[in-house]
């Protein structure tokens, strides 16, 4: 899986609106139509985002994703996963664990309709 370099995709170092986030919506669509279940998002370079850019990111994921079951790793985060991060994705109703530096996130879609 190669992953999705974050701040080569970016102009600026932290990604703080959902339009910045859109710019990365055509490489998730295209991760996931080679590899609909497993996504890699390396966060290497960036000195943080905000809620609403992770908000916008899911969104995209979701999308990208339709019916598919999938996972997401992100690699390298430089943002603790706080409350904000933990209430989008009870929010979405997504699993989340994390650990220093990297969270992992599945989309169940079985899970979400019940």
Known sequence: MNPIK??????????????????LQPLVQRVFFQNPSALEIDFSGMGGFTPSFFDELLSIIEESAGEANWKVDFT?????FSSKFAAICRGRGLNAETKQGAWSLTGDKRRAVA
């Open 6 to 23: 974050v701040r080569d995709n970016l102009k600026q170092p932290i990604g703080v609106s959902r339009e910045s986030a859109r710019t």
């Open 76 to 80: 390298n985060v430089p943002t603790e």
